[in-house]
Each structure stands twice: as structure tokens, then as C-alpha cells.
């Protein structure tokens, strides 16, 4: 069972950046395609970003297009999600997860998630 960490949110002003980072267990680490996840209070999850296991290829929700960057180094098992310019629609608890896709329908492959990382845009 991989054990996935999150951390790196905060309390952060319209317009700021926060690095969000993600510890990955699991040794196929690099095997794995990664995304991150957010959910809003009220809201439904939903992906923000998703990375290939080579980093080669990603995948941006189109509200973060421009803004968020998805990467990883596979020698740290850590995936991260740089984002810029942030709104305060983009306060939520984000999570990142083992991912598939469907057409670009990206969905968990894990059936549990951590504990997440809150993160507040608020001024």
C-alpha cells in the first residue's frame, strides 16, 4: 500500500504562490502516473493537475491552465504542483493520488487518500 504525504499549503493572498509537495512510498514510484486533486467545501473532488511517469506529459484542469505546474523527481518519489497567480476560488484541500485516464477523465487509482494539504487564498 503506497503512503502518500502532502504538504506545503498555507494561508496565502490573491495573487500569491504556494509549492505543494507530494512524498510517494511506494518504490514503482516512478512506474506511476501522479495528479493532484482538490476539494472545495460543498464541492465534489475534482483533478487539478496529472503528470506521466516520465514527466513527459501532463494534464492541467482548465482553471488552473497557466498558473499551476505539475512535476516530480522520480529519484525523491515526489511529485509537486507549483501554483502562481492564486484566486480564492482556489481554496481547498489538495490531495494528490496514483492516477489513470480515460479520454482525459483522469480518476484515482487508489481507493483511499491522504490527508491532504489545505490551502486558502484570502486576503
Known amino acids: 500500500q503506497v503512503q502518500l504525504v502532502e504538504s506545503g499549503g498555507g494561508l496565502v493572498q490573491p495573487g500569491g504562490s504556494l509549492r505543494l509537495s507530494c512524498a510517494a512510498s511506494r518504490g514503482t514510484f516512478s512506474e506511476d502516473s501522479m495528479g493532484w486533486f482538490r476539494q472545495a467545501p460543498g464541492k465534489q473532488r475534482e483533478v487539478v493537475a496529472a503528470i506521466s511517469w516520465s514527466g513527459s506529459s501532463t494534464y492541467y484542469a482548465d482553471s488552473v491552465k497557466g498558473r499551476f505546474t505539475i512535476s516530480r523527481d522520480n529519484a525523491k518519489n515526489t511529485v509537486y504542483l507549483q501554483m502562481n497567480s492564486l484566486k480564492p476560488e482556489d481554496t481547498a484541500v489538495y490531495y494528490c493520488?496514483?492516477?489513470?485516464?480515460?479520454?482525459?477523465?483522469?480518476?484515482?487509482?487508489?481507493?483511499?487518500w491522504g490527508q491532504g494539504t489545505q490551502v486558502t487564498v484570502s486576503s
Open positions: 493520488t496514483v492516477v489513470g485516464t480515460d479520454h482525459d477523465n483522469w480518476y484515482s487509482l487508489l481507493d483511499y
